[in-house]
């Protein structure tokens, strides 16, 4: 691993397996990334709410992420 990269698994739920293509996966990225980079690097509709999570703990776009760090996409459901 470069000095400058990271690494952090991306874990995705539900519906967004199918389309992305994966269910966990293992990526590097450089340093100072941020959940709203990381997300964007995955083919997800940009519009569809969806609630991401940290390592357990939900988390704003701008928050830059940490070597080892675990993300967890979901989308949002809802009903009764």
Same mark, same amino acid.
């Given at each position: 691993?470069?000095?400058?990269?990271?690494?952090?698994?991306?874990?995705?739920?539900?519906?967004?397996?199918?389309?992305?293509?994966?269910?966990?996966?293992?990526?590097?990225?450089?340093? #100072?990334?941020? %959940?709203?980079?990381? /997300?964007?690097?995955?083919?997800? $509709?940009?519009?569809?709410?969806?609630? =991401?999570?940290?390592? #357990?703990?939900? %988390?704003?776009?701008? /928050?830059?992420?940490?070597?080892? $760090?675990?993300?967890?996409?979901?989308? =949002?459901?809802?009903? #009764?």
């Amino acid at each position: 691993m470069d000095k400058n990269t990271i690494k952090v698994t991306i874990k995705l739920i539900g519906p967004l397996i199918n389309q992305v293509g994966f269910s966990e996966k293992l990526v590097e990225m450089p340093e #100072g990334v941020t %959940v709203e980079k990381l /997300v964007s690097t995955l083919p997800l $509709d940009p519009n569809r709410p969806k609630i =991401i999570t940290k390592n #357990g703990q939900a %988390v704003a776009p701008n /928050v830059e992420l940490k070597d080892g $760090d675990r993300i967890a996409i979901s989308p =949002i459901y809802s009903g #009764g």
